[in-house]
């Protein structure tokens, strides 16, 4: 039979373990996946961004945004979003995009804009090719010029017929 001490002993043993599970003592052996949501951007991205440029080249460059407001379609939102499964730390990033007519006119937000974003796409300098130190890439040329692999064709029947016939 069971006395009284040692009933007290498993009630107890029971309701801390019951206790322990509710908790978040054995959280970390739980695997939970991390959660990207909205517009995932590298900052390359946000500094071809220039003024003037049209919807359809913010577009291309960025990708579709979250959001657009509903009522004039002067504004896009870019919002990104990320919870880590791991310590659950979040991370929001945003980007405000303000259009005047088809062009863009200002952009906000947690990402820094290039040097140059205020130069028209027209006017800003794009790299050279024309430079006289640049010499075009050649592929490496063999001393030996014979195939690797020698191919062999399939003799014609029409031929093997007529090779083949006595004369």
């Known amino acids: 039979m ?15 373990s019951l206790s322990l599970s ?7 052996l739980i ?10 951007m590298e900052t390359q991205q946000v ?3 220039r003024v003037d440029m ?11 945004p979250v959001l657009r407001d509903s009522f004039s379609d ?4 870019y919002v990104y979003h990320f919870k880590s499964g791991r310590d659950a730390s979040i991370t929001h990033k945003e980007l405000i995009i303000h259009f005047n007519g088809d062009k ?3 952009v906000a937000g947690d990402y820094d804009l290039s040097a140059e974003f205020n130069t028209p796409l027209d006017q800003s300098s794009l790299p050279s090719v024309n430079e006289p130190d640049l010499k075009p890439l ?5 001393p030996d010029a014979k195939p690797l692999v020698e191919e062999q064709r399939p003799a014609l029947k029409n031929q093997a017929e007529n090779d083949n016939a006595p004369t």
């Open 22 to 28: 509710g908790c978040s003592v054995f959280d970390w």
């Open 74 to 77: 002067d504004t896009w939102y």
């Open 47 to 49: 500094e071809k961004l």
């Open 104 to 106: 863009i006119s200002s």
């Open 54 to 64: 049209t919807k359809e080249q913010a577009e291309y460059i960025l990708g579709r």
């Open 138 to 142: 050649l592929p490496e040329v063999r």
């Open 31 to 40: 695997y939970k996946p991390d959660v990207p949501q909205g517009n995932y």
């Open 2 to 16: 069971i006395n009284k001490k040692q009933s007290l002993t498993l009630v107890s043993a029971v309701a801390l």
